[in-house]
């Protein structure tokens, strides 16, 4: 059974930091690629970052390019995104996304709120 379990959500100020991390098991890690996904309210989820299986590469959202980093650790099966300045808007559902096949596995979400 595969499961993705995401947490570090949290409430912050902007400019704020947060951490967030996914915890993978069922399946074998190290061979797939990862992503973070993010849906606000009313709106549509959005692909914030990616990274290859091995974590030699990762892509951005231009929203998020150079305050989020994607990372990975494949001894611990885990996937990380690391949030800096952050801002309201960054306000979302963040989740981890196991790209396996067309649609791949999902965690149940971990809420991300912005504000003062």
């Known amino acids: 059974q595969v499961q993705l379990v995401e947490s570090g959500g949290d409430l912050v100020q902007p400019g704020g930091s947060l951490r967030l991390s996914c915890a993978v098991s069922?399946?074998?890690?190290?061979?797939?690629?990862m992503r973070w996904y993010r849906q606000a309210p009313g709106k549509e989820r959005e692909l914030v970052a990616s990274i290859t299986n091995t974590g030699g590469g990762t892509n951005y959202a231009n929203s998020v390019k150079g305050r989020f980093t994607i990372s990975r650790d494949n001894a611990k099966n885990t996937v990380y995104l690391q949030m800096n300045s952050l801002k309201p808007d960054d306000t979302a559902v963040y989740y981890c996304?196991?790209?396996?096949?067309?649609?791949?596995?999902w965690g149940q979400g971990t809420q991300v709120t912005v504000a003062s």
């Open positions: 069922g399946l074998i890690f190290k061979i797939y690629p």
């Open positions: 996304n196991a790209v396996v096949g067309a649609d791949g596995y």
